[in-house]
């Protein structure tokens, strides 16, 4: 919600306050669970097959570091690499995709020839607890994926101001 | 007023790898929030940000509201002449924005 | 009837005025304190948490959220905290001053200043806190337009001026024209409220450490404010942490920078003593 307009109580505030608890309830944090995906298996996210067009993945050394839980799901940081890119132009692109978020192509990056390190670090959004899926293309167009499970809790306190 | 912040090392070395990062200030506005008297907040992200190296271009990242508000990126590139390392980056508005650090190669 | 007393009323007052005019030291009248806030039943009157069991906030959060606020780089608040500077270094208002033009490097002038506020202005008598004073500044000083509070420079200002506190104990002056805003404020923290009907000492000091949901309560220190909280994906200042608990325990909003969250933050920061200064923090 934003802040800057009002500061004050709204009558809109009445009504997101009567919606509040029934949100919560919906939304109780997840039992912590063990590992409940196959990390060997890709999701369904129709903008990634879009992509793929058919061609199999493997899941070797892409790698993408995701929190198993993370604090909160508007910033969840996140590391990317392609284990033993060193050449430069080894890796052409890497796509992620998201299982949940409402633009399920969170980003991809371009490198051009000359780059021969490949790591990249951000922070993302994950609209709740779902599979993220990155995909690397190399040189020759071999496709290597890394699928990671995020848990994104839940604040505990609903937030209005 | 900057609206980033760019962090390169204090010198690289030719022909290494050295790490760039660059922090955005900007609120990715999803366009699925509303302010407080239920007002859709339009959307407004950030969709395609560029990095140059002395102008040749060394990365590109197509965004997305994916990324966190104020969107932080760390990458690497390898050095070679001492110069700029510019980026550009446009959102939704069709704001366009850029900034430069100069890079020292020891 | 009411016309001639008025008349006399008037009279007196010019007559008061004339007398007033000629005392060598006439000083302000104090500025009117809002009602006091009745104590609650069972309200301590004494310090809960001991001084040498105090806590930041930075303590009860997440690995990641910790990492992010040790990083200078990656603390998203230091985009704040630059353009922050840029605004201490920039003259504005028809003064043609800055705030460095007056305070110099705010690296030696700020060391330890945010961390004694709210204090009371010796002008106008008023409690004030950090935003207050920048605003003070601007209009009497810089002759500018005060800055809206919650706004991107309030923010940005705030941010910087606290960060010259990083490492100063908090160290507030709760007696003389301070007492009565101190009762006040600690009527107003212990005084439950809103439809769970809980008093900020429900959460931060009868219960921090213990874990709500995936959260671990705070004890609720004000020492590294403004933050950039995860929840809001952008900065905000300590009243504003105050609106989000008060919606969290459905009770009335006040706005930003009402008297009584004012006088709140007064008795935090006597109730912080000691503890030191971490600005700008990072909250899930």
Known sequence: MNIRKPLLASPARRTLLAGAGAFAAAHGLPALAQATFNPKELP???????????RKVQFVRMQLDLPRVADNGNSVPMKLGVLGATAPGAVQSIHLFSEKNPVPRMAVFH??????????????????????????TLADGTLCAKVAEVLV??????DGS | MADARIQLPPAAKRGENFEVKIAIRHAMETGY??????????????????????????????????FAANPLLQFWLVAQDAGDISFEWSDDLGKKYAEKATLSVA | MRAPALLLLCAAAVVACA????????APAAAPLAAPIPAPPGMPTKRVIPLDQLKSGLAYTGDEVRAQQADDFGNPGMLWVERGEKIWNTADGTSGKSCA??????????????VRYPAIDPATHRLQNIEARINASRVNDQKAAAFTLESEDMLAITAFINMQSRGQPIHVATDGEARAHFERGRAFYYTRRGQMNMSCATCHEQSFGKRLFAETLSQGQPNDFPIYRLEW?????????????????????QPVGSQDFLDLELFLAWRAEGLKGEAPGVRR
């Open chain 1, 44 to 54: 369904s996210i129709p903008a990634m097959d879009e992509f793929l067009a058919g």
């Open chain 1, 111 to 136: 490198f051009p020839a000359t780059t021969s390190r490949f790591d990249i670090e951000s922070r993302v959004r994950l609209a709740g607890t779902q599979r993220v899926v990155a995909i690397a």
């Open chain 1, 153 to 158: 809790a839940i604040a505990a306190c609903l």
């Open chain 2, 33 to 66: 929030r509303v302010d407080d008297v239920g007002k859709p907040i339009p959307r407004n992200v950030i969709r395609e940000l560029t990095c140059k190296y002395n102008g040749a271009e060394v990365l590109k990242v197509d965004m997305s509201s994916g």
């Open chain 3, 19 to 26: 007398a007033l005019a000629q005392t060598p030291v006439a």
């Open chain 3, 101 to 114: 033009s007056c305070h110099g490097d705010a690296k030696q002038g700020m060391k330890g200043v945010s």
């Open chain 3, 233 to 253: 994906q952008t900065m905000g200042s300590l009243h504003r942490r105050f609106r989000a608990c008060l919606y969290g325990v459905r009770a009335e909003l």
